[in-house]
């Protein structure tokens, strides 16, 4: 009986898991199995892995080939198990050494050829193996940059199979590319891109209540709905949104960087302490801003948007059921997607930024002559943001038609590094005091501290909005919080009259 091992690293969601690729080659007729619950694109690995071994001069053995994915309870996917199993395969064919694969994670997809090709979702997958302690990796030759975010592991690359067995002490009777010479220590001359930077605000001209509102918002991790006609700036605003947003930290930047990883977007978006911007469009399904897809559901935009910003733009145009999808990762920053195979859960604590003309044609602003809507129209229009969603909203914000064409002396004070400061002072400000609670945002905190901490004259004008049911329980809370925002701009240690007075009108539409 000849068994061989490989070790190789499986995803659900986020969530890494090490995989024990066990190879038995036994008397039989020819035949070659995959079991412990592979997917479609993993079953099809047998005709990949055969031609690949073969493509090295590889006798691939004629009786039975039986290889096991344990633990076996756990769904696995995808094509990144390939080069573990065409391992394990040789190692009990007795082309590599037994030991040689002992605490190696080996991952990539190989082509027919033989030739190793990279793979998505890399990153957490080393990030579990080091937290495992494996040592020892091996990797597609193209997915070198990405590697290397990783430190503390030895990584070594290969661009074709008969790299691999060479590399594990083996001698392949093939070698398709030339220049062997370099087998395991090629690298990718091509660095993970940084991130692109957003636009400045002062690049928007005039709307500095606008502008203000914003600072709040990503001062305090708040949600924002601005309305207004169109060419008032919605959308530059939205997009200048992350320009202005305190840094992410090192543990962020790895979290979604892996997310992108897993998206196969990283090489395109890079690794940077820029929060991230998702801007799906009004004709997304649900799957596509929630996440889904058959087998193991994949992220979708809010789960792109994780630490970053969700905008929606010409809000009303979603449909409803889509837009309703989001109360729950508002409300508790993940999202769980379920299939008959697995539950899969995805983080999704993003601020979301929306965005509405006042009606269909968008000019019922100011007296509404231009309007050419009718009354049922725009009532129907604006319905389609329900009451529940709405309530979530913490800022709702008014906008009017840009009045000027130049630049003048507030744009200076609305540039985006002016405004990053002090969202960055008040974020700190906001950490300090929650830290015994495990909050870093006004946006975090809960009622009930709320009541507590602020001071009872404050409050009264909260209550009498709840009494006379202009605010829920949930928006009293919400207005609390963004007069706490308000404070910590203000270098206040707790808000006053006047902060809680402006936050309700920041949270209450005039219409």
Not at 166 to 183: C, F, T, V, Y
Not at 335 to 341: F, I
Not at 380 to 393: E, K, N, T, V
Request: aromatic content about 4%.
């Amino acid at each position: 009986m000849a068994i061989g091992n490989a070790l190789s690293v499986g995803l659900l969601g986020l969530k890494a898991f090490i995989i024990d690729i066990q190879s038995f080659v036994s008397p039989g007729l020819p035949y070659f199995s995959i079991i412990g619950l592979p997917d479609a694109s993993l079953s099809e690995a047998r005709e990949r892995v055969r031609s690949a071994c073969q493509a090295t001069g590889f006798s691939w053995p004629q009786t039975r080939v039986t290889v096991n994915l344990s633990p076996a309870s756990l769904p696995k996917r995808g094509s990144s198990h390939d080069l573990a199993i065409a391992a394990s395969v040789l190692s009990a064919s007795g082309e590599i050494g037994h030991d040689r694969l002992a605490r190696t994670v080996v991952l990539g997809e190989v082509n027919l050829d033989g030739s190793v090709l990279p793979i998505t979702g890399l990153l957490p997958m080393l990030l579990h193996a080091r937290g495992q302690g494996i040592t020892h990796v091996v990797i597609p030759e193209d997915n070198v940059s990405e590697s290397r975010l990783v430190p503390g592991l030895e990584t070594t690359t290969v661009s074709h199979v008969s790299e691999l067995i060479d590399l594990m002490g083996g001698r392949a009777k093939r070698h398709p590319r030339p220049a062997m010479s370099s087998i395991g220590h090629r690298h990718s001359t091509e660095a993970v891109a940084e991130g692109t930077r957003p636009g400045d605000m002062n690049e928007v001209l005039g709307q500095s209540h606008a502008k203000h509102a914003l600072m709040v918002a990503a001062a305090g991790g708040h949600h924002l709905l601005m309305t207004g006609p169109p060419g008032a700036g919605k959308t530059m605003l939205a997009s200048r949104l992350p320009s202005i947003m305190a840094p992410l930290n090192a543990d962020q930047q790895l979290e979604v960087a892996s997310i992108r990883s897993i998206c196969g977007t990283l090489s395109d978006h890079g690794v940077s302490d820029v929060p991230p911007f998702e801007a799906p469009h009004h004709t997304a399904s649900t799957a596509a801003l929630i996440g889904g897809g058959s087998g193991t559901a994949k992220p979708g935009s809010v789960t792109r948007a994780h630490h970053g910003v969700l905008f929606m733009d010409e809000a009303p145009e979603f449909s409803p059921r889509a837009l309703q999808t989001l109360r729950e990762p508002l409300e508790s920053g993940s999202v769980s997607l379920s299939r008959a195979k697995a539950l899969t859960r995805y983080p999704a604590r993003f601020q979301l930024v929306m965005a509405a003309n006042p009606c269909p044609c968008g000019y019922d602003y100011g007296t509404g002559e231009r309007c050419v809507c009718r009354e049922r129209d725009r009532v129907r229009y604006f319905a389609r943001l329900s009451g529940p969603l709405l309530d979530r909203i913490d800022i709702q914000l008014d906008m009017g038609p840009a009045r000027r064409l130049s630049p003048d002396e507030d744009d200076a004070r609305t540039a985006s590094a002016h405004m990053r400061e002090k969202v960055i002072m008040a974020r700190d400000a906001a950490s300090r005091r929650f830290r015994a609670w495990g909050w870093d945002r006004n946006a975090q905190a809960s009622g009930g501290w709320l009541r507590e901490h602020t001071p009872a004259k404050a409050r009264r004008p909260v209550a009498q909005a709840v009494q006379d049911q202009r605010l829920s329980l949930r928006g009293a809370d919400r207005a609390l919080r963004v007069a706490w925002t308000l404070a910590d701009l203000e270098g206040r240690d707790s808000p006053n009259d006047d902060d809680v007075l402006q936050g309700l009108m920041l949270r209450t539409r005039t219409r």
